[in-house]
């Protein structure tokens, strides 16, 4: 055990895991005696318990040190009195406090209810003043003492947590405040903006160049409240911390400033400011427009693809030449393959080009084909799918999202619940699949409707976490989104018929295209159990073989099925056999390593669940082959009913009016 803190009594909130835990243990191994304090939340602020508190008490008095724990919430006075006098009546003093509790409700400004901003501000805000304001007095009367605050790189403004980075900024003046306040009674107050893989930074949807580990943090804390610290005159600073690095933020201070002859009129700031005073520009601001700009890289390669013609060859141009250019079917099949073989970039436009595109051709008006393919054709508008829901899955009769016409504007006001759906983040448009007749049969009563996706307060988009730690997918709320009237495809009522026309558009040649990235992560298998050496197993070996064979029966079905040759049950074959076939590759690619695909390329933490290799992931996302995009029973339904011309299995809900929820 340490000395560093030999003799001083520090309080830590949300002490029961992640940084504030080895903050806790940090301070206990440097000779501090303890008080452990955690609500017990999750990061989300729900499910209080105080055995986490407790559970960090047990590991600091098993290394030898003194603890005691309070499972106060720290966003009431109370909770943060009873804190400082749990310290003073337990040890007689406190030397420090640090308050690291914190939790998250993520949300877009336009979006943000009262009940996602109040318990944020409450928690880091709020929960520091607490602290602060009950231990201040104790330590002005001690005349000594150090606040340590938490605070975050948010601090600086955040897209999607306004809640969090008002809090974090709010607890820097704060910090700042108590240093100027309580200088003169030997009290030090400093700010901590860590960079660390914890619960809540496990929630940043993108990668962190810079990250360390609690452990880290935790020393930067220690010395903090060291008599080092103090003795170095170490107050009212920012500091980050992550891995390697330490930094110290600027105070802030006027940069230029410029005087008028005589009062400042609207048009003379006009004129004066911007090439005098300026502006300090915003770090944050200038790497989202350097992150906006690499997302659009898949637009412009769309637009690059339009420009050339080649969004669109298979399109029936007896109803019109879009740009694009004429191409045989043999033709389209050589550029898809080639397209795959290339390796070229993941298309966001396929949904426009492939789905809604013959969907318009086959069931829309001149106008809407007029408005809607030119720009697909030219790779500038993109377009997902408004179909699966919550309770409905593939079963789209069972769909609940409604539209209501709007008496002001004529048209449709769209409310519900979509999910699974692709490229949500990135489209303009959406074809949602909604009831527009409530009294109708279940069929009979939905409409297929063209959705603008730029509705801020309207639409909200919220990836989907799947067992990959990728989010490919997405949940869409629709709150009220307004289809203007001529975007209504097929007219009201028809949805079921057009919405089957899409299911049913030949996907031959993408079928093609997409057997040449099975092939690939066919051969990369292949080369895997060569070099394991699971090909000495001759059940495997055997199934390896097979798996190639069926690869190429899934080619002579997609060649035989092109142009409709197959009849109305071919797609849902084909998927039949596609959506098997790629389930079965990704147990072979872990059935290959053995024992040893049970183990992450990375040991697996708390905070980093989802350290996957590229056969492990092909595994996870497999699982789903047979699910997404028309489940296999939904297919097997299809074939028996519309090939077969087997009986209807009974469906009584479908045979009457339900009840609309």
């Known amino acids: 055990m340490g000395s560093f803190l030999a003799g001083k009594v520090v309080a830590v909130t949300g002490a029961g895991r992640g940084i504030g835990r080895a903050v806790a243990l940090g301070c206990a191994a440097e000779g501090a005696r303890v008080v452990v304090n955690d609500y017990g939340v999750s990061v989300s602020g729900t499910e209080p318990s105080s055995e986490v508190a407790e559970a960090v008490v047990k590991e600091i008095e098993a290394a030898g040190g003194e603890a005691v724990a309070v ?44 009940e996602e901003w109040d318990p944020v501000l409450a928690t880091h805000l709020k929960g520091t003043f ?12 001690q005349r000594a003492g150090t606040l340590i605050g938490f605070t975050s790189g948010n601090h600086q403004g955040s897209v999607s947590q306004a809640n969090y980075a008002s809090a974090k900024g709010g607890v820097i003046s704060l910090v700042r405040s108590a240093a100027l306040g309580l200088h003169k009674y030997g009290v030090t107050a400093n700010c901590v903006a860590p960079v660390a893989r914890t619960r809540m930074s496990a929630q940043v949807p993108m990668e962190l160049t810079e990250i360390g580990e609690p452990e880290d943090v935790a020393a930067l804390v220690v010395y903090l409240l060291s008599d080092r610290a103090r003795e170095q005159e170490i107050t009212g600073q920012v500091y980050t911390v992550a891995g390697p690095k330490i930094a110290v933020w600027a105070q802030p201070r006027e940069l230029r400033a410029g005087y008028a002859d005589g009062p400042w009129t609207p048009q003379k700031i006009a004129d004066f400011l911007p090439g005098t005073i300026g502006t300090d520009p915003m770090p944050m601001l ?25 969004i669109g060859l298979g399109w029936d141009r007896a109803r019109g030449d ?30 426009g080009e492939n789905l809604l595109a013959p969907t318009l051709l086959a069931f829309g008006d001149a106008a809407q084909q007029d408005r809607f393919l030119p720009p697909i054709a030219r790779g500038e508008e993109l377009w997902c799918q408004g179909y699966s829901e919550p309770e409905a899955g593939s079963d789209l009769a069972a769909l609940r999202t409604t539209a209501v016409r709007d008496p002001g504007t004529g048209g449709y006001r769209v409310t519900g619940q979509k999910i699974w759906t692709s490229l949500a983040a990135e489209a303009d448009w959406c074809f949602v699949l909604a009831r527009t007749d409530a009294e109708a049969s279940l069929h009979r009563g939905l409409s297929f409707l063209l959705v603008p996706m730029d509705q801020p307060g309207r639409i909200e988009v919220r990836p989907i976490r799947q067992l990959t730690g990728t989010a490919e997918f997405n949940e869409v709320f629709f709150d009220g989104a307004l289809a203007r009237a001529e975007h209504l495809v097929g007219g009201a009522g028809a949805g079921w018929r057009v919405a089957m026309g899409l299911l049913a558009v030949e996907r031959g040649v993408s079928t093609l295209a997409q057997q040449i990235g099975f092939a690939q992560e066919l051969a990369r298998v292949v080369r895997l159990a060569l070099d394991s050496g699971a090909t000495g197993d001759p059940v495997l070996r055997d199934r390896l073989v097979r798996q190639w064979a069926e690869l190429q029966t899934l080619r002579w079905h997609a060649l035989h099925t092109l142009a409709g040759a197959g009849g109305p049950g071919a797609p849902s ?11 079965r590759l990704g147990e072979l690619a872990v059935q290959v390593r053995g024992a040893a695909a049970a183990l992450g390329p990375a040991d697996w933490t708390e905070d980093r669940p989802y350290e996957l290799d590229t056969g492990q992931r092909l595994f996870l996302f497999s699982r789903a082959d047979t699910i997404y995009g028309g489940s296999d029973e939904i297919q097997r339904d299809i074939v028996a009913e519309r090939v077969l011309r087997l009986p209807r299995e009974p469906r009584p809900a479908r045979d009457r009016k339900e009840p609309q929820p």
């Open 286 to 310: 200038a790497r989202l427009k350097e992150m906006a700009a690499a997302a659009w890289d898949g637009r412009a390669w769309e637009r690059e693809l339009g420009a050339g013609g080649w």
């Open 71 to 114: 499972a106060d919430d720290v966003s009431t006075m109370a909770g943060g009195e009873r804190i400082v006098r749990t310290a003073v009546e337990r040890f007689g003093r406190l030397d420090g406090v640090v308050c690291v509790a914190g939790i998250l409700r993520e949300r877009m400004l336009f979006n943000m209810t009262e």
């Open 573 to 583: 074959v084909a998927k039949l056999l596609w959506g098997g076939w790629h389930q």
């Open 322 to 351: 879009y740009g694009n250019r004429p191409a045989t079917l043999t033709q389209q099949v050589v550029w898809a393959e080639e397209y795959a073989r290339a390796r070229a970039p993941v298309r966001l436009g396929h949904i």
């Open 130 to 141: 607490t602290l602060f304001r009950a231990a201040s007095a104790v330590m002005r009367r």
